[in-house]
Structures are given as C-alpha cells and as structure tokens.
C-alpha cells in the first residue's frame, strides 16, 4: 500500500523539488496540496503549485489556497532568494489548473478524516494552515 501524503507548501524553489520527489516516489501517493504564504505570497503560492504540477506531468491533484498571513505579526517572504516569483524568475508559463474551493485548513481536517491513521502530513512552509486546522480539529493529530 502507498503511503497518501498531503503537502502543505509555501511553493519556492526548495518545496518544488520536494513535491516533484513526491511524485516521483513509486511508494508515494500524493493526494492533496495546501499552500501557504511564506516564501512569497500565497497567491503566488497557488499559482507555483500548478506550475510545478504541469512541469512534472502529474495527473490531477487537487490543491488548496490556504492562509495568507501568519497568526501573529506580519507576513514574511523571501523573494530574494527565491525570486519574485518564488520559483527562480525561470519564467515559467502559467498552469491552467485552479485550486480547489474550500480553504487548505478545511481540506487537511476533511483528509484526515477521510483517511484516518493513513494520511502522512508533510509541512513544508509555516505552519499557520496546520495551526488553523488544529484549531478546528483537536484530534488531527490522532486522524
């Protein structure tokens, strides 16, 4: 049986490699994506995920537009490492894929739910959509 992972993803240069690893992996089977600001904002974020999805030549995953600011403070990014883009200025054309409706938050709860003591969360970027998840789901952890 393979191993359903959910990537939660921040979407810079780092986590495009890592998903692309994920979907590489015959042992893996990715079922979702959730994006998160971080390395640039979360828009840009959403629009990363598709475009790593098509560079890979993945079927349909579905994806999650997720929180645009932490908890606490200000957002952060790092678009001077990882360009305005978050993907290295590579000047990669847009995806066609749009993300889910629903927010990332939601959609980890749902998961997990949906496939209890089976689903491997691989956080990537901040943490804040996990948080949020938490807050709506205490046992998610459990799940």
């Not at 475009?51 to 200000?74: E, H």
């Not at 804040?128 to 046992?139: G, K, M, R, Y």
């Amino acid at each position: 049986m393979k191993k359903r992972l959910v990537i939660d993803t921040d979407a810079g240069i780092d986590d495009a490699i890592a998903i692309w690893m994920a979907l590489a992996d015959p042992a893996v089977e990715l079922v979702a994506i959730t994006a998160v600001s971080g390395n640039v904002p979360v828009d840009q974020v959403v629009r990363n995920i598709g475009i790593v999805l098509d560079l890979a030549g993945a079927g349909p995953i579905p994806f999650f537009r997720g929180a645009s600011q932490p908890l606490v403070g200000p957002p952060v990014h790092a678009m001077d490492i990882h360009g305005q883009d978050g993907l290295g200025n590579a000047g990669f054309p847009p995806s066609s894929r749009h993300p889910e409706p629903g927010p990332a938050p939601w959609a980890l709860v749902e998961l997990a739910r949906r496939f209890p003591g089976e689903l491997f969360l691989v956080a990537l970027g901040p943490l804040t959509n996990v948080a949020l998840a938490l807050a709506i789901e205490p046992d998610l952890p459990r799940l």
